[in-house]
């Protein structure tokens, strides 16, 4: 398939609080949009999850490996996610790279990573994924095996604090359906890219 005409990359931010559906909606549009999108591998502290891969699905640091990139600055942003638990970040190294490529780095990221990377690219193009509805988010969180009744009241506290910031996002995609989501998505990704060549 050929791809648009594009000259250089965009940063792309997803967010949406946990059981909305979100890493299906990203992995999607990975597969669906045209534009030259990469993943942007994080680090975190968290211990890999069975069938999760160090440098594919994360870079799976230790604590002081973890503080020792934060002091050198590697990190565009980096917080601690869900009360207070485990270390995220994004790595400088991935975003410049895919930029430098011409690419489009994706990073999925909670709400304060993704403010803070607001802050520093104010042109990234920024979606919060909202869940179909209250209920719906409930039903995931709850259908997640892992989870027991305390973290699923956790997880839902933080959705709802993550979603009271949706509005600083550029775009708000509902996913009630994620072929529908994933549609809308590409869509103005495209009319984007479009808008960015005819600037140029
Ligand atoms: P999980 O442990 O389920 O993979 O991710 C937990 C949460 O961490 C998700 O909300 C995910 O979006 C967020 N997250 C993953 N990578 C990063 C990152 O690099 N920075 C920030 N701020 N959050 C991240």
């Not at 050929?2 to 931010?13: A, C, I, N, Y």
């Not at 002091?71 to 190294?93: A, I, M, N, P, Q």
Request: glycine fraction near 8%; hydrophobic fraction near 35%.
């Amino acid at each position: 398939m050929t791809q648009p005409q594009v000259e250089s990359g965009k940063l792309v931010v997803f967010s949406g609080p946990s059981g909305a559906g979100k890493t299906t909606v990203v992995r999607g549009v990975l597969q669906q949009c045209r534009l030259p999108l990469v993943l942007s591998i994080s680090a975190t502290t968290r211990p890999p999850r069975p069938a999760e891969r160090d440098g594919v699905d994360y870079h799976f640091l230790s604590e002081q490996q973890f503080h020792t990139r934060r002091r050198r600055g590697e990190f565009l942003e980096c917080f601690r996610v869900f009360d207070g638990g485990h270390w995220y970040g994004t790595l400088k190294s991935e975003v410049d790279a895919a930029l430098a490529a011409g690419k489009w780095p994706v990073l999925e990221i909670d709400v304060q990573g993704a403010l803070a990377v607001m802050e520093r690219h104010p042109d990234a193009l920024t979606f919060f994924i909202q869940p179909g509805s209250a209920k719906e988010l409930e039903r995931r969180l709850r259908g997640r095996a892992t989870e027991d009744e305390d973290a699923v009241r956790r997880r839902l506290a933080c959705a709802r604090d993550e979603i009271a910031l949706a509005d600083r996002y550029r775009f708000q995609i509902t996913n009630d359906r994620v072929d529908h989501a994933v549609d809308q998505i590409c869509h103005i990704l495209n009319q984007e890219a479009e808008k960015h060549t005819y600037a140029r």
